[in-house]
């Protein structure tokens, strides 16, 4: 009779096999692909050495090349000026959307709206486009700036003239909440509903109506992961491109006052990368404030993600009680 | 909802309290009111857009339409439609296999900590502005590896696009198979591949499909990847090596022509009708089908 | 099997009830989860509410103080009395109720805060002034035992504490608006055994002020710390009595199973 224990196997040694090649190099794909966007960019665009400068005058001199100047302050206030004032707004209808979800509106009722808002996300920029260019700006142009600038032309910024088309920094903003919107609604919504039930019942126990509810406690336990959502939303509104191109009037200026028409960074990229084609200084410009919007995208996600964690994978940093 | 205490109560609360209470009491029915109205309004727009993009497209949107080309000042979207279908086929040709195996390994094979940096670069991928990779494809393929404008460098780019979404959604369909499945099969003696393949992924499939549908869905409607790898034409592409129109292209070399002397805005507003679809049609389908596969799943697993 | 009928006691040789609840059902479309109860829960007094699990109890805390409300698919009849005033009467806030009878439940439920403001929680809803609010934090926290742990770093993070001290932070924060009654849902189900017993010696001293409601599924604590037992089963009042006639003296064959544990 043999041993009823036959002997142990040898422990599995760790094998190199073809098979796991594949995976693995489809694994590191989204890391190459990072570091190849990166690298094509930097060699596009720094082969005349640093072009850039900080200055209103954006001049590429067609002309003569050696002429040419490539100020970008003018983008950059323009994507400011049309992004910060989205943020404030889209924090402001994703904290309504996120207390309604969580606290007033029945289940059945918000899960219908929160689709609507969902929908948003998936209107192709370049809809919102030829719908803010055709649709929207008359409404902008004939009664809303009208109506803000005799309103409130005493603040500084909103008086002065108004141009009567609607395209400009007031309906960039407009189309940009809507663009960043769903984003930060779903974070903020989801985030507000990761406290726990039993923090809002202790409030409601201790008598606190549902605003104090969502005021003390909902939002102090979500504030970490609301200001990620806050910074993501941002990242997007100041990456946004198309859209924003075609309705913000395209004017490399300073804007005069906050109806005036405007041009952001990404709209520059956009919208002279066919006239750049001839000028090699010109293209390697553009690739070069490329290379500055890729950094800028990478510095707020990283801040964003960092802060709002990883989504569904329990990876919410939520003070445990016991 | 009751307002203040009867009688009875205000004996047993201090008068600053009651006085106190009668404020706070509402603040919150007002702010209960005007919350839910600022949901609403926020939904209008997207109500505004599709009404006011269909009444603009609708009136003269005929078969025709569909089937000829672009011409000039007139003509249909037939050449930009089987382009966006080409495009979209080609890219997903690439991102669906490619982001299925990413997002396996990621959730499966590489240890916690290198899953974690695969994602994190899926994630910064997914928050590119995506001019950046529109010029990413014109230096990389176009200039670089020499394909020129053509049907074949947009479609790449197109993948290059879409591919983060989809390894992203099958990164969280693999993770969130139950871990005691893990454990029983690897307990039954099977290889981490064999699970992978016989028990994770029939379970992950449903949501990897929906991750493949929203990024097919986000996918048709790019532009700035397009503008200069698939460049523009007017006829669908008959090789891989052509320039290919796509709808959003049209939207946006059509949209801010005048108004009196064709029809460019009109076929503008058309394709931005038909993307409208199209991108509904698909996120209804995702939410349907979600939901559906989330009850089977609740059925297996209690 | 089980006689729906009050156990005569109930109302005749128990002191006058504080609170008391009439007829009360709570029901979930066809199940009722909670039927017929009638109790009377006397002022001063530590009234423990024992049952096996999944037999109403904590249903009926919290029919107490109208947090039940919160789940809207329950649907609520009968009466709940505070010194004779029906708290589901249309006309009273249920957020005042609460602020009269206060709740703490199975796991402690510090805010992100310092000890002091999550003391101060419900006090700052009203905007006391800060000497008020002063002495009442340090007032309450001294009822629930903690004040000499935690008088040194007031401003320490709660979430700092031990499991035991933040379920004592959770009574001294019901107790700073000064309830009348005082629910306690579990409250030593996630302690250790040092933590338990910290809480059953606050509870003891409480009883002083207020009225205390505990719900426990462990017959032990009830003796330790209750001086009147509701037994409850499948939603309905077994028995009700002082704890050490409940609890040694059974009169139904249900409340002798449970206490001799057969079953659970």
Known sequence: MSSPLSPPEPPARPRFRWAQVPPLLAAAFPVALLIGIVVTLAVAGLGFGWLLNPSVNWNPSTGDPSQASFGILVFVVGSFVTALPALVLVLLLSLAIGAATALYLPRRVSLLLNGFVDLLAGIPSVVYGIWGFWIVAPVFGTTLNP??????????????????????????????????????????????????????????????????????????????????????????????????FMVIGDATKLPFNFFDLSFTVPGVLVGQFDSAFIQPNYLAALAQLGLVLLAFSLVINVGGRWLVGRVGRGGIAMPEAA | MSAVPASGWADWFSPTELVRFRRRHLVDRWIGRLVPIVFLVAIVPILDLIFWISQRALPTLTWTTLTTNPTGNAGGLYGPIVGTVDLLLLGLAIAVPLGIVSGLSSAIFLPFRWGEVVRGAGDLLVGLPSVILGYFGYFALVIYFGWGASLLAG???????????????????????????????????????????????PIALPQILSGIFLA??????????????????????????????????????????????????????????????????????????????????EGLYG | MIDGSLPSDAASSGPPGLLEVEHLGVSAGSRKILDDVTLSLPDRTVSAVLGPSGCGKTTFIRCLNRMVELSPALKIVGSVRLLGRDLYDREVDPA?????????????????????????????????????????????????????????????????????????????????VKPRVLLLDEPTSSLDPHGTQRIEATVRHLKEEIAVVIVTHNVGQAARISDRVAFFHAGRVVEVGATPDILERPREALTEQFITGRFT
């Open chain 2, 155 to 201: 479609g790449v780019t197109l993948g290059f696009f879409m591919f983060p979404y989809i390894a992203r959604a099958s990164d969280q369909a693999f993770s969130s198979v139950p871990p005691d499945l893990k454990d029983a099969a690897l307990g039954a003696g099977a290889r981490l591949r064999q699970y992978a393949r016989r028990v994770a992924f």
């Open chain 3, 96 to 176: 005042l109720v609460r602020r009269r009878i206060g709740m703490v439940f199975q796991r402690p439920t510090v805010f992100p805060q310092s000890i002091f403001e999550n003391a101060a929680f419900g006090l700052r809803l009203v905007h006391a002034d800060e000497d008020e609010v002063d002495r009442s934090v340090m007032d309450a926290l001294k009822r629930a035992g903690l004040w000499d742990e935690v008088h040194d770093d007031l401003d320490r993070s709660a979430l700092a504490l031990s499991g035991g001290q933040q379920q004592r932070l959770c009574i001294a924060r019901a107790l700073a």
């Open chain 2, 216 to 297: 097919a869905a986000i996918g048709i409607g790019e532009t700035a990847p397009l503008l200069w790898t698939a460049l523009f034409s007017s006829y669908p592409p008959t090789t891989l090596s052509q320039p290919t129109g796509y709808l959003t292209g049209l939207i946006w070399n059509y949209y801010d022509e005048p108004l009196t002397f064709g029809t460019e805005v009109t076929l503008a507003f058309q394709a931005a009708f038909l993307l409208i679809v199209i991108v509904v049609v698909m996120n209804v389908i995702v939410r349907l089908y979600a939901e559906r596969s989330r009850k089977k799943l």
């Open chain 1, 147 to 244: 109506w803000i600038n005799t309103h409130l032309g005493f603040v500084p910024g909103l008086g002065g003239p108004v141009p009567s088309t609607g395209i400009g920094i007031p309906l960039a903003i407009f189309v940009l909440t809507l663009m960043a919107l769903p984003l930060t609604a779903v974070l903020v919504r989801e985030s507000l509903l990761a406290v726990p039930v039993a923090y809002r019942e202790a409030g409601l126990a201790l008598g606190a109506t549902r605003y104090e509810v969502f005021r003390r406690i909902l939002l102090p336990f979500a504030r970490r992961r609301i200001g990620g959502a806050a910074l993501l939303g941002f990242g997007r509104a100041l990456g946004e491109t198309v859209a924003v």
